[in-house]
């Protein structure tokens, strides 16, 4: 079971107990359930190894409304719904 940020969604393995963008507690269950992204039907926006601005763009997302996904891996992989971009 990945443990989620409250705050940007990213997912964590077990062993992680804060977010290392937004600095709060992870949650096993997101408070207000999100609907599932599938993730084919999610666009790439962005990649990198730039925390603040990954942070960026979902605030930016959240402020829109647009359902969005961060991965964290070496790099951190941001996507989003597709037909919500434009
Ligand atoms: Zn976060």
Request: net charge negative; charged share 30%.
């Amino acid at each position: 079971m990945p443990y989620l940020c409250p705050e940007c969604g990213a997912e964590y393995r077990p062993g992680f107990t804060h977010c290392t963008d937004c600095d709060v507690v992870l949650v096993a269950e997101l408070p207000k359930p999100e609907p599932d992204i599938d993730r084919a039907d999610l666009s790439h926006v962005w990649t990198g190894k730039d925390q603040d601005r990954c942070i960026e763009l979902c605030k930016d997302f959240r402020a829109k409304g647009i359902p969005f996904k961060v991965e964290q891996s070496r790099h951190q992989l941001l996507t989003c719904a597709s037909d919500t971009l434009n």
